[in-house]
């Protein structure tokens, strides 16, 4: 996990708010629906998705299972160094 002090700053300043948006549109009738990418193949769809589930109240385990059910290779990549990143530097 290496991001400079500028995108950890960024992460942490606007993630909130999309966490936000997302809780104030999902339901249970109606989940929402977010298109997470990256094409540069550095693993930060499933980081960021992560995040988000997790600042949305899901477990661990939860986002992870939900990751994964949505796209296995993706959960794979996350991988525990990327989990512990974001528990450590973006959730504390």
Avoid: W
Wanted: aromatic share 4%; glycine share 2%.
């Amino acid at each position: 996990f290496t991001s400079s002090k500028e995108t950890i700053d960024v992460l942490r300043e606007k993630l909130p708010a999309i966490r936000d948006l997302l809780l104030l549109h999902a339901n249970e009738e109606k989940p929402v629906k977010m298109l997470i990418h990256c094409a540069a193949g550095l693993h930060r769809t499933g980081t960021i998705t992560y995040l988000l589930l997790r600042l949305c109240h899901f477990t661990i385990d939860q986002a992870l299972l939900m990751i994964h059910r949505t796209r296995a290779v993706t959960a794979r990549q996350v991988a525990q160094k990327r989990i512990e990143a974001a528990e450590t530097v973006l959730l504390r």
